[in-house]
């Protein structure tokens, strides 16, 4: 099985470096590697540039954002499997992609998820969040329960039948994108109780500044699903708490 992996980004100099070797470090050989960049104008592509030769597609132009941006690398992937690594976050381990390919073989799932770690930006030692993504129970959607998104790989040939990010949204394209996939048509999913990405803080979905067009966008999301957003956004925001709370367990 091809896995297409793509990352996106914007002046990402102090990052990318991580992402990408992330990616080329993972032991699983069938591995194609797309970075969709919006025309960055510090050192970006200058880094990315210098692994050209193991890189399978680079794309540099101006977008409208990051979701077009993953939007446009999904329709260039040609992999069984097709899942993103941010330019801000890198692999647990070199292990993960061969871990979820026998997942793939095993369970035959339309999706795959797992578990996640936030750290430190300076640090990245020092875990700031724990997210332990949990098994799917379909009540949960309404205690504004998803798995961690950065964590989530699936079947080409379902996203091409139940379609892209909605890029009218600025900051939870994902979460309409989760909520859609998993609640409203109910694909066939499996939790891999494993680490599958370290994200350093301070992410867009992170940012406190963009917190209130997030929440505001989260609401719109479970209205468009029928669900109460008085109920599923309170309880989303409450289930940080124990990801913060465990946090401990890996720090200490």
């Known amino acids: 099985m091809k896995v297409s992996i793509i990352t996106t980004c914007y002046n990402r100099a ?15 050989p069938l591995i194609e590697y797309i970075i969709v960049d919006g025309a960055s104008t510090d050192e970006t592509m200058e880094i990315v540039h210098q692994y050209s030769n193991r890189i399978t597609k680079i794309v540099s132009e101006q977008d409208r ?45 339309d999706m795959i998820y797992g578990n996640g770690i936030f750290v430190d ?25 998803l798995p961690l998104h950065t964590t989530t790989y699936f079947k080409s040939e379902v996203l091409k039948k139940y379609g892209l990010y909605n890029e009218t949204y600025q900051i939870a ?10 609640y409203k048509y109910k694909i066939k999913t499996h939790y ?24 505001s966008e989260d609401i719109r999301v479970y209205r468009r699903y029928n669900l109460n957003p008085y109920i599923a956004l309170p309880a989303k925001i409450l289930l940080k708490t124990p990801q913060l709370i465990t946090r401990k367990r890996l720090t200490e």
Not at 15 to 28: F, H, R
């Open 14 to 28: 102090y990052t990318i470096k991580d992402a990408i070797e992330s990616v080329l470090n993972q032991d699983y």
């Open 65 to 109: 954002g990051m979701y077009e941006a993953i939007n446009k690398g999904i329709r260039m992937a040609t992999g069984d499997i097709i899942g993103l690594m941010h330019s801000d976050d890198v692999f647990y381990n070199n292990q993960v992609i061969s871990s979820i390919v026998a997942a793939f073989k095993r369970y035959n799932p």
């Open 121 to 145: 930006a300076k640090n990245h030692n020092r875990t700031v969040r724990n997210w332990i993504s949990g098994k799917k129970r379909h009540k949960r959607f309404k205690l504004g329960w």
């Open 173 to 182: 394209a994902d979460t309409e994108f989760l909520t859609r996939y998993m």
């Open 192 to 215: 891999l109780n494993q680490y599958i990405v370290k994200m350093k803080i301070g992410g867009a979905s992170t940012d406190l500044k963009k917190a209130i067009i997030k929440w």
